[in-house]
């Protein structure tokens, strides 16, 4: 049975082996901001690829955008965000630390009310009534009861634009990745063949200022979200909502996470977005925080909202440049009577009718996917009175797909053994290593997460066979030298 894997091994583990690091160490680090490490960008870009793999490349049916970080400010006041983005927070009167209201735990129960979750981007001050805070505790200093009212705090980072006084404007840093690609709804409509039902699909960074940041790369101000809108035919939105649910479940246990560390939590309807006709949280079991079970992922059916709303947005600019570009000073345009056929409408040609479509949302966290895919892999056994450390990815997430070792640096091997990484590393991420003694070669890898390790030997010499080791059975078979190359790829299923 594999020991219960604790945050602080995971931690040890990515500074030791270099997944990830604590942003500006050398200047005494910068909390909850991160920095990838050699294993770690590997790791993080095949999370990133397999998502596209699967959710882009093997469909007919979903394109791809790379929308710039930086949008016009309208965009935000159009999704509400300019407005609403807010968490509610309290501050406790002992040690004036500010946390979120929600992850506020009772003092007796140690638990959060399920009616007291709400979805920040729908919080609005008056909601901040229905808080009683006087059960809670500070996490900070453990004081019970001593919160000031809550307050809502702006989630959205500010700049400046612009090096002259005249055309200088408040720009902010996008909080999701979704409305650059609301944005270019009509762009990839008029440019490409798709016709909907379809999606349009993004993977890029997102910054929100929290008002808490927790466990690791759990919860940063800085990262990286994977998100598809899925645009489809007001009415058969349920059942795409299905479709997508049982897509993105897939996606986590075919790439390795245990089925029973994953489950799917239902919004309530009193915990929904407004705009949102349903939510799903996909959740993992993390091996820290009050509830163990925390969110990877979001999949909302947001209904015609965004559409909606950014046509109310086009409509907006005359005001927005009227007020000096302020867009404190500006309210939203209101809806055209005849909106259904406005500029961001769809024409159905089979149907030969005209409407908004309904979209569905997955929304996944790159970071927190790669954290739960760490954790998931971490294993720990005894093997001959040793313990062996060891990451059993997936391969298609491996950092290092295979390492290539001569078994002594004489002989001959290091040049067959260069040979043969020569030839794989044009392929795919290889390694070549001849220090020291192989059965720690081995073990560097295994706690590498390297799925299989090549090791050239004395009957290499006579017979032009190698070895190859497999990670988690630590089975070794022997091969030509010839056929590595398609071992290789049918294992790892390139
Ligand atoms: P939470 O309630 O945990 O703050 P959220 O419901 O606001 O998250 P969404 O807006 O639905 O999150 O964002 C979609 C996904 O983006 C989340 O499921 C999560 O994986 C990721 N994400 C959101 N905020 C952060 C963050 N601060 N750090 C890392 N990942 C994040």
């Known amino acids: 049975m594999a020991k219960l894997t604790k945050l602080d091994d995971i931690v040890s583990l990515c500074k030791r082996r270099g997944f990830i690091f604590q942003s500006s160490e050398i200047y005494g680090g910068l909390a909850s901001c991160y920095d990838y490490g050699p294993l770690g960008v590997e790791l993080k870009n095949n999370v990133k690829r397999a998502w596209w793999k699967n959710v882009v490349q093997m469909r007919d049916d979903v394109v791809g955008l790379d ?77 019970v009861g001593q919160f000031t009212a809550p ?40 440019t490409t063949r798709v016709k909907v039902p379809f999606g349009i699909a993004q993977v890029g960074k997102s910054f ?104 109310r947005g086009m409509r907006t600019l005359n005001r927005w440049y009227e007020s000096g570009r302020d867009l ?38 790159m970071d927190r996917s790669t954290l739960a895919f760490l954790v998931d892999a971490y294993d720990e056994e005894e093997v ?18 295979a390492a290539i070792f001569p078994l002594v640096k004489k002989e001959g091997m290091p040049e067959i053994a260069r040979s043969i990484y020569d030839d794989l590393k044009r392929r795919f991420n290889c390694f070549y290593d001849e220090k020291g003694a192989v059965g720690r070669r081995y073990r560097r890898q295994d706690e590498a997460g390297t799925p299989f390790c090549i090791t050239v030997d004395g009957q290499t010499l006579q017979d032009q066979t190698v070895t190859i080791r497999e990670r988690d059975s630590m089975e070794q078979v022997r091969i030509a030298t010839a056929q590595v190359r398609s071992y290789l790829y049918d294992k790892l299923d390139l």
């Open 67 to 143: 929308a710039s970080i930086f949008m016009h400010p309208l965009i935000w006041k159009a999704s509400g965000h300019a407005d609403k983005f807010a968490d509610l927070v309290s501050e406790c009167k002992k040690c004036n630390t500010r946390t979120r209201v929600d992850h506020l735990q009772d003092s007796e129960t140690g638990t959060k009310k399920a009616e007291e979750h709400a979805e920040h981007v729908s919080m609005a001050t008056e909601e901040s009534k229905q808080y009683n805070l006087a059960n809670k505790v500070c996490p900070n200093c453990g004081a």
């Open 151 to 190: 307050m809502p705090f702006k989630l959205m980072f500010e700049t400046q634009m612009g090096a002259n006084a005249e055309d200088s404007m408040t720009m902010y840093l996008r909080p999701e990745t979704a409305q650059g690609i609301f944005a270019n709804f009509r762009n990839v409509l008029d």
């Open 208 to 311: 929100r200022n929290e008002v808490t940041t927790k466990a690791f790369i759990f919860r940063t101000r800085e990262f990286e979200q994977a998100e598809l809108e899925f645009f489809c035919e007001p009415g058969t939105d349920e059942q795409w909502y299905e479709h997508w649910k049982e897509q993105r479940c897939n996606w986590y246990l075919n790439l390795g996470l245990k089925k029973e560390n994953l489950r799917f939590r239902d919004h309530d309807p009193d915990e929904l977005a407004h705009y949102a006709k349903a939510c799903v949280d996909v959740e993992y079991r993390f091996p820290f925080g009050s509830g163990d079970w925390q969110e990877l992922e979001g999949i909302a059916n947001r209904t015609d909202y965004d559409l909606r709303q950014h046509q």
């Open 328 to 365: 404190t000073k500006i309210k939203l345009a209101d809806e055209a009577e005849d909106y259904q056929s406005g500029p961001l409408s769809y024409f159905d040609e089979e149907k030969k009718a005209r409407y908004i479509p309904y979209v569905i949302e997955p929304s996944a966290g």
């Open 384 to 401: 001959r009175g040793e313990t062996r450390n060891l990451l059993r990815f997936h391969p298609a997430l491996a950092p290092i797909k």
